[in-house]
């Protein structure tokens, strides 16, 4: 089977920003549009990425979960093929402003989709945690659903009579759990904080961390801002120009502070989650 590959310029997405594991560039394989990322073989940490991708994406399949077409591991050539996805990612969308606004039935549709993969991810039979889950890692499709990608970080999760795992802490500032960036102790429930982190992002339209600000700022922002004056005005998107139900903005924010709480065993589960957004996004057709 041929593989035909646009130049760099072409790429679908620029090297990863948490550590440069590769470039992911648009291919065909017969006329069929493919996404191909190119793992660096000299790093060490990119070869355990490429495996650990293989390894998780091989074994879990999901219409909220990017496909995986193929592999090639020769010599110096370590590449994952997967299906393409022509919206690129929720980040984008979000914070690139020539891509437009992002309607709020669309980020409601995206939220539910996300929400659906990682509660597969998180069931009994499969029990892995993402890690890494960001709005960058949602990727769309030309209906704009949502499919979670990279999961070069993701992990088994604990055995069922231990809360936690010990590990030290990867991942992207602004979404990572406290009690798994402070002290490396990771459950599903970290994921449980960072799907939160990533509702607050299609709320107010604003980062989950940039530089000049503490790493809690989003949330702790938000929750002071609801907590102050019960009002949605203060925290939602401008580029929305209050173009949304305000019951179901509000659905969405009481979510999403459930999904930050502090302490991990006051969060709700991902199915739990999946319920929530259900009762939101169902009734209104999406």
């Known amino acids: 089977m041929g593989v035909c590959f646009s130049n760099p310029e072409g790429s679908i997405t620029a090297s990863k920003s948490s550590g440069g594991f590769g470039s992911v560039y648009k291919g065909w394989i017969n006329g069929q549009p493919i996404a191909v990322k190119n793992l660096s073989v000299y790093l060490a940490m990119g070869e355990e990425q490429w495996h650990n991708e293989l390894d998780f994406l091989s074994r879990l399949h999901h219409k909220n979960l990017i496909r995986l077409i193929g592999y090639c591991s020769e010599g110096h050539k370590m590449l994952l093929v997967y299906e393409f996805m022509s919206n690129g990612s929720l980040h984008d969308h979000l914070f690139k402003i020539q891509l437009g606004t992002l309607p709020w039935n669309i980020r409601l549709k995206i939220a539910l989709g996300a929400a659906r993969g990682l509660n597969y991810m998180h069931e009994p039979t499969k029990n892995i945690v993402f890690r890494d889950f960001k709005s960058a890692n949602i990727l769309l499709d030309?209906?704009?659903?949502?499919?979670?990608?990279?999961?070069?970080?993701?992990?088994?999760?604990?055995?069922?009579?231990?809360?936690?795992?010990?590990?030290?802490?990867?991942?992207?500032?602004?979404?990572?759990?406290?009690?798994?960036?402070?002290?490396g102790h990771l459950s599903h429930r970290c994921d449980v904080y960072s799907f939160g982190v990533m509702l607050l992002e299609l709320l107010t339209g604003q980062l989950a961390h940039v530089a000049e600000r503490k790493e809690t700022y989003l949330v702790e922002w938000t929750k002071s801002e609801l907590k102050r004056n019960k009002k949605l005005n203060r925290i939602m998107d401008p580029r929305l120009k209050d173009k949304f139900p305000e019951k179901e903005a509000y659905r969405l924010a009481t979510v999403a502070i459930h999904c930050v709480h502090e302490e991990p065993d006051k969060r709700p589960t991902m199915e739990i989650v999946v319920i929530a957004l259900e009762e939101i996004v169902l009734p209104s057709g999406n």
Request: hydrophobic share 35%.
């Open 142 to 183: 030309g209906n704009f659903n949502a499919k979670l990608s990279d999961f070069g970080w993701a992990r088994d999760g604990p055995a069922s009579d231990r809360t936690h795992v010990s590990t030290r802490a990867i991942g992207t500032l602004g979404y990572a759990a406290p009690e798994y960036h402070l002290n």
